[in-house]
């Protein structure tokens, strides 16, 4: 199995109440019911407030890199990452487990 974690940063004047992020935050909760490689699927926004936090993370698992592969490649996985491009950054770590 692999864990696939991401941490979201939003960007300098971006707000989660706007619209656009609203709009990010419905693609990737969908996700979980729309890619069969994902065996695990959670995400949601950040509840401290330390200044290292991040604003939004992803918690997810797929069976093998392949599995990892088609996930990252899959269209509603591309169409979420093509919105939060335009008001995010983000850090990623995958390992095996």
């Given at each position: 199995m692999i864990r696939?974690?991401?941490?979201?940063?939003?960007?300098?004047?971006?707000?989660?109440?706007?619209?656009?992020?609203?709009?990010?935050?419905?693609?990737?909760?969908?996700?979980?019911g729309q890619i069969p490689e994902l065996t695990f699927w959670e995400c949601g926004w950040n509840i401290s407030d330390r200044p290292i936090a991040y604003d939004f993370a992803i918690n997810s698992a797929v069976r093998d890199a392949e599995a990892l592969t088609r996930y990252l490649e899959h269209p509603a996985h591309q169409a979420g990452v093509a919105l939060?491009?335009?008001?995010?950054?983000?850090?990623?770590?995958?390992?095996?487990?």
């Open positions: 696939h974690l991401v941490l979201f940063k939003l960007n300098d004047g971006v707000s989660r109440d706007e619209p656009r992020v609203a709009e990010g935050v419905a693609a990737f909760q969908a996700l979980g939060w491009r335009e008001f995010a950054t983000w850090v990623v770590a995958d390992y095996a487990f």
